[in-house]
């Protein structure tokens, strides 16, 4: 997939997930501006890594929970590269509790990232992407699964995969719209806490009986974040080993 010349806004790429799609749309030819809200030392090792490779990277601070923050983000974007091409909302929280004992925090915290932070990211590039581009909301395959403890995690991306679907009919100009729901991806954030006992059951739960990489994750936004991706739109794409 060649992604010469693009221009794509990765949000929560300084590591995890994130970080390896930042990585690998850099290493195929586009220009990417590595976006986080607190890991600035992570941040700046992803831009380094993409520029020790000669690819061409840039970090940008933006909380996207707050619609202030999301302007400067696309401002700056454009005023670095002159346009968006193409934007990955991976920026995401996840608190895992049973529902009676989550606080209102741990509810408005999940929402206010996971759901809010796309609202906010969709209306920037509404105005602002350019034409024919794409758009890859991060969702996750826990939707259509009933893990206890998931409940205010997975309802936040069941509303980040139904305003894909109804997004992708109003925004028009050509912009291909889509969701991604990985399964249980091998992540630093993710093994944190877990028995193994639980890895190993989530692991057997696949067709593969391994956990995802987040190279396996990246090389399936590489393919929406192309031209060859055009004809798909509107839909959730699960990227999980045949786990749901």
């Known amino acids: 997939m060649t992604l010469e010349n693009k ?5 929560g790429a300084s590591r995890g997930i994130g970080k390896e799609i930042a990585i690998q749309l850099a290493k195929n030819g586009a220009k990417v501006v590595v976006n986080y809200s607190n890991s600035s030392k992570e941040a700046k090792e992803t831009v380094d890594t993409i520029t020790k490779n000669n690819g061409s ?8 929970s ?3 923050d999301v302007t400067e983000l696309f401002d700056k974007t454009i005023s670095t590269y002159g346009k968006v091409d193409v934007l990955v909302n991976n920026a995401g929280v996840m608190i895992s509790k049973q529902l009676k004992d989550n ?5 408005s915290k999940q929402f206010d990232i996971n759901v809010k932070g796309i609202f906010n990211t969709l209306q920037e590039a509404y105005h602002k992407l350019s034409d024919n581009g794409n758009i890859i909301n991060i969702s996750s395959s826990t939707v259509k699964l009933m893990f206890p403890t998931y409940a205010l995690y997975s309802a936040s991306k069941a509303a980040v995969e139904q305003m894909t679907r109804v997004f992708s009919k109003e925004i028009g100009r050509g912009i291909s719209v889509n969701a991604l729901a990985p399964g249980a991806t ?11 006992e639980f890895i190993d059951k989530l692991s057997n739960m696949n067709a593969f009986n391994r956990l995802a ?3 396996d994750i990246a090389k399936v936004v ?16 699960g990227a999980n080993g045949a786990l749901v």
Do not use: H, N
């Not at 221009?7 to 949000?11: P, S």
């Not at 606080?103 to 509810?107: L, N, V, W």
């Not at 091998?186 to 193994?196: H, R």
């Open 222 to 237: 590489l393919f929406l974040a192309s031209d060859d991706s055009k004809w798909i739109s509107g839909q959730v794409i």
């Open 103 to 107: 606080t209102e925090d741990d509810f």
């Open 7 to 11: 221009v794509i806004i990765v949000t």
């Open 213 to 215: 990489q987040p190279l």
């Open 186 to 196: 091998e992540t630093e954030l993710f093994m944190k806490g877990k028995s193994q």
């Open 57 to 64: 990277a840039i970090a940008i601070k933006a909380d996207v």
């Open 66 to 68: 707050r619609k202030i």
